[in-house]
């Protein structure tokens, strides 16, 4: 069983009000980067994290905790949200973080399927 956890935005989720549901659905759907786990492997949403915002130096230690609590529901990997894939200026730092912290956790760079270029995403997001 392939056991997921999601790290969102917080300046999606909690500024912009994104849900998730688009992450949520292609999870059930397997679509998207999910399509990677065989359909016969069943899939378990440990759980959905946001990061800890833009942050200082502590960004990454702040993350990890978040990461930590996860990893005590044996998650295997961690997919990072197309919003943090088009958004977060972080997220080689992140992940750099959670592989050294967590070798045994795959980072996964997106969930949904991406139905508009990053580019686009990124204006829209500025728009708001």
Do not use: W
């Not at 990461?67 to 943090?84: D, K, P, Q, W, Y």
């Not at 592989?99 to 996964?108: A, G, K, M, R």
């Amino acid at each position: 069983m392939a056991r997921i956890g999601i790290l969102t935005c917080s300046n999606a989720t909690q500024d912009l009000g994104c849900s998730s549901v688009s992450c949520l659905a292609d999870l059930r759907k397997r679509r998207g980067t999910f399509s990677r786990y065989p359909a016969d492997e069943p899939l378990d949403l440990v759980g959905i994290i946001n990061c800890p915002g833009c942050p200082t130096l502590t960004g990454p230690d702040k993350l990890l905790l978040r990461i930590r609590a996860l990893t005590e529901f044996r998650t295997g990997s961690i997919h990072f949200a197309n919003c943090v894939k088009a958004l977060c200026p972080f997220q080689a730092q992140y992940r750099s973080a959670i592989e050294s912290s967590f070798p045994h956790i795959t980072v996964v760079l997106g969930t949904h399927q991406e139905h508009i270029t990053t580019e686009e995403f990124r204006a829209r997001v500025k728009r708001l």
